[in-house]
């Protein structure tokens, strides 16, 4: 039975645990809630790219036993170019790692105060949460130690169980059919829906899970010869994270749809009532904690490797240049939740800047994915880098037009 399920989950289940935090319980909500089932396609081109991008990445770890940051060191020998690279992608991951962390602990504060309530102290005519301490204090803490891997997976198995509570309530909310169907297949963006799409596909195809995925296939797989066995394993668990964004869409596209706005856990509670009632909220609660705290980890400790891959460091989690690393996007992740103003509006955001830093990221894993000096005979096919380019094209052509959406360039 072991062996079964180990063919089927791995480190891509990790991917998707890493994905499927607050920012797409948040950002999935608002989509249904401003837009229906309209912009399920969004999900559904998500899922594809991420599962193209996310083999790459994988195929790339498995076959050089390195890391995405390791070998853009490595196969980028000319030293302009080279120091480009490095100044690049580690200024994308750390400006959008310090983005998503904001994002993470906005949403396990959020769900902290459904739970309890809110530690804040009076500040004028305002007040400071000191929730973000509380929930960033337990992500050093497991950082700092090392040995997180029980946490981890209690989180995740709390997030799975959210998960299944979206999918049935999906389900018993009867959504319409015919008008689910339009919103699969039929791509569309109204005027102010840009952002939703961006940020549909920023909590889906997340940058730094590329470097994540990379770092994590050598401690289960050792050889070439289980290519076919990652492959699976990949689909299976990025599809699964697919449905679940889709199930959030669906219930609150048709509980929720045409609500006065999202401004709490409990705005976004609604939608479960028609299963859990009034114990929504705190079901809820559970698992914006659950899923904030989790990916409240993983994000710095996937900037510390790809800092590490890049720059060429020795050492593991526990050296003090990796300790810096990640302690510089918790800080970050912690301000940003304390005085960035609305968690909602926080989460959204970094959704935003995942998506705009998607291209950047994507060009250079295709690239590597090029290398035969670096992969030999699994590099890239024509059809690999077909879809490759036009997932390119498509990320960088949305991320154009929502940062002109932003600041009106053009």
């Given at each position: 039975m072991?062996?079964?399920?180990?063919?089927?989950?791995?480190p891509s289940?990790l991917?998707?645990?890493?994905?499927?935090g607050?920012?797409t319980?948040?950002?999935?909500?608002?989509a249904?809630v401003?837009?229906g089932?309209s912009?399920?396609?969004?999900?559904?081109?998500s899922?594809?790219?991420?599962i193209?991008l996310?083999e790459m990445?994988a195929?790339?770890?498995?076959?050089t036993q390195n890391?995405?940051?390791?070998?853009?060191?490595?196969t980028i020998?000319?030293?302009?170019?080279r120091?480009?690279?490095?100044i690049?992608?580690f200024?994308a991951?750390v400006i959008?790692?310090a983005?998503?962390?904001?994002g993470?602990i906005?949403?396990?504060v959020l769900?902290?105060?459904?739970?309890?309530f809110?530690f804040?102290?009076?500040?004028?005519e305002?007040?400071?949460s000191?929730t973000?301490?509380?929930?960033?204090g337990i992500?050093f803490l497991?950082?700092?130690?090392?040995?997180?891997?029980?946490i981890?997976?209690f989180?995740?198995v709390?997030?799975?169980?959210?998960s299944?509570v979206?999918l049935?309530?999906?389900i018993?909310?009867?959504?319409?059919?015919i008008?689910l169907?339009r919103?699969f297949a039929?791509p569309?963006i109204e005027?102010?829906?840009?952002?939703?799409?961006?940020?549909?596909?920023?909590?889906?195809?997340?940058?730094?899970?590329?470097f994540l995925?990379a770092?994590l296939?050598?401690?289960k797989y050792?050889?070439?010869?289980e290519?076919g066995?990652?492959r699976?394993?990949?689909a299976?668990?990025?599809?699964l994270?697919g449905i679940i964004s889709?199930?959030i869409i669906?219930?609150?596209?048709?509980?929720?749809f045409?609500a006065?706005g999202?401004r709490?856990?409990?705005?976004m509670?609604?939608?479960?009532?028609p299963?859990?009632?009034?114990w929504?909220?705190?079901?809820?609660?559970?698992g914006l904690?659950a899923a904030?705290v989790?990916?409240?980890i993983?994000?710095?400790?996937?900037?510390?490797?790809a800092a590490k891959?890049?720059?060429?460091?020795?050492?593991d989690?526990?050296?003090?240049?990796?300790?810096?690393?990640?302690?510089?996007?918790?800080?970050a992740?912690i301000?940003?939740s304390?005085?960035?103003?609305?968690?909602?509006t926080?989460?959204?955001?970094?959704?935003?800047a995942?998506g705009i830093?998607?291209?950047?990221?994507?060009?250079?894993?295709?690239?590597?994915?090029?290398?035969s000096?670096?992969?030999?005979m699994?590099?890239?096919?024509?059809v690999q880098?077909v879809?490759g380019?036009?997932v390119?094209i498509v990320a960088?052509?949305?991320?154009i037009?929502s940062?002109?959406a932003?600041f009106?360039?053009?």
């Amino acid at each position: 039975m072991k062996n079964y399920f180990s063919k089927y989950f791995g480190p891509s289940t990790l991917v998707t645990a890493a994905f499927i935090g607050p920012g797409t319980v948040t950002i999935c909500t608002l989509a249904g809630v401003q837009s229906g089932y309209s912009l399920l396609w969004a999900i559904v081109f998500s899922v594809i790219t991420t599962i193209i991008l996310q083999e790459m990445t994988a195929r790339l770890g498995l076959v050089t036993q390195n890391g995405f940051g390791e070998a853009i060191r490595k196969t980028i020998t000319l030293p302009i170019f080279r120091w480009a690279a490095i100044i690049l992608v580690f200024g994308a991951i750390v400006i959008g790692n310090a983005a998503y962390e904001g994002g993470n602990i906005s949403g396990a504060v959020l769900g902290f105060e459904e739970l309890v309530f809110d530690f804040a102290i009076p500040l004028n005519e305002t007040s400071i949460s000191l929730t973000p301490l509380i929930i960033g204090g337990i992500a050093f803490l497991i950082l700092f130690v090392g040995v997180f891997k029980l946490i981890e997976w209690f989180l995740i198995v709390l997030v799975m169980i959210m998960s299944l509570v979206f999918l049935t309530t999906a389900i018993l909310v009867q959504p319409d059919l015919i008008a689910l169907l339009r919103g699969f297949a039929v791509p569309s963006i109204e005027e102010g829906e840009l952002l939703l799409v961006v940020g549909l596909i920023g909590t889906t195809v997340v940058p730094y899970n590329l470097f994540l995925h990379a770092s994590l296939v050598k401690e289960k797989y050792r050889s070439v010869r289980e290519l076919g066995d990652l492959r699976r394993e990949n689909a299976v668990a990025i599809i699964l994270g697919g449905i679940i964004s889709m199930s959030i869409i669906i219930t609150s596209g048709t509980t929720l749809f045409g609500a006065d706005g999202i401004r709490s856990a409990a705005d976004m509670a609604g939608q479960l009532e028609p299963l859990l009632g009034s114990w929504s909220g705190y079901f809820l609660g559970i698992g914006l904690f659950a899923a904030g705290v989790s990916s409240a980890i993983t994000a710095p400790l996937a900037a510390a490797y790809a800092a590490k891959g890049i720059l060429g460091w020795e050492g593991d989690l526990r050296s003090w240049k990796m300790r810096l690393v990640w302690g510089i996007i918790l800080l970050a992740g912690i301000l940003s939740s304390m005085f960035g103003g609305s968690p909602i509006t926080i989460i959204q955001f970094a959704q935003i800047a995942n998506g705009i830093l998607l291209p950047v990221v994507a060009l250079f894993l295709i690239y590597l994915m090029n290398s035969s000096k670096l992969l030999g005979m699994y590099t890239n096919s024509l059809v690999q880098n077909v879809l490759g380019g036009l997932v390119l094209i498509v990320a960088l052509g949305l991320g154009i037009r929502s940062l002109n959406a932003v600041f009106h360039f053009f």
